[in-house]
T-cell receptor
Framework: NAGVTQTPKFQVLKTGQSMTLQCAQD?????MYWYRQDPGMGLRLIYY???????DKGEVPNGYNVSRLNKREFSLRLESAAPSQTSVYFC?????????????FGAGSRLTVL | QKEVEQDPGPLSVPEGAIVSLNCTYS??????FMWYRQYSRKGPELLMYTYSSGNKEDGRFTAQVDKSSKYISLFIRDSQPSDSATYLCAPGLNQKLVFGQGTRLTINP
């Protein structure tokens, strides 16, 4: 049982380049999330998808786009990377219900923008 | 003011010590309170969560919530080197979680 799988694990980009971070979950979860983690800032929500075909902005969506390709996959795209987007990106998923939102996280994707 | 405040540490204690990790929050509407543990270069994983004020125990870990003072604590008894990690508090409302900065903890053998 793989859980949440993120690719790539590491990436170095030059300013202005574009790239897509991929995320897939095999737990039949309906909701998926993208967070970024920066020193001193904790985890901040970029975008989330409550179900296939829907996406919503989180706290820090500027400079990013997302696609919920199907129930399993949720990708994050940087159209024109900036040094401020240097961060560790985490994908997470959950089976939303009436109770606490228990997230399962991937291992992270470390992105450096030069 | 941040919605959740957590001392980032680092905190370093000897093996066997009792560890206290704390957060404060500003939104009195939060319904549940989570603690995630994150090992170096890994994703966060849920440690435990509670809905109400009071204590919840799970092995060597105790989560404590005081809603009147908006204060969340995690206690680790008989701390082990394997407990060395970053601990993130995360109060939640409906499906929204707000994460603290995380406290980096090192347990020295």
């Amino acid at each position: 049982n793989a859980g949440v799988t993120q690719t790539p694990k590491f990436q170095v980009l030059k300013t202005g380049q574009s790239m897509t971070l991929q995320c897939a979950q095999d737990m039949n979860h309906n909701s998926m999330y993208w967070y970024r983690q920066d020193p001193g800032m904790g985890l901040r929500l970029i975008y989330y998808s409550a179900s296939e075909g829907t996406t919503d902005k989180g706290e820090v969506p500027n400079g990013y786009n997302v696609s919920r390709l199907n129930k399993r996959e949720f990708s994050l795209r940087l159209e024109s990377a900036a040094p401020s987007q240097t961060s560790v990106y985490f994908c997470a998923s959950t089976l939303e219900g009436l109770g606490a939102n228990v997230l399962t996280f991937g291992a992270g994707s470390r992105l450096t923008v030069l | 003011q941040k919605e959740v405040e957590q001392d980032p540490g680092p905190l370093s204690v000897p093996e066997g010590a009792i560890v206290s990790l704390n957060c404060t929050y500003s939104n009195s509407a939060f319904q549940y309170f989570m603690w995630y543990r994150q090992y170096s270069r890994k994703g966060p994983e849920l440690l435990m969560y509670t809905y109400s004020s009071g204590n919840k125990e799970d092995g060597r870990f105790t989560a404590q919530v005081d809603k009147s003072s908006k204060y969340i604590s995690l206690f680790i008894r008989d701390s082990q080197p394997s407990d060395s990690a970053t601990y993130l508090c995360a109060p939640g409302l409906n499906q929204k979680l707000v994460f603290g900065q995380g406290t980096r903890l090192t347990i020295n053998p």
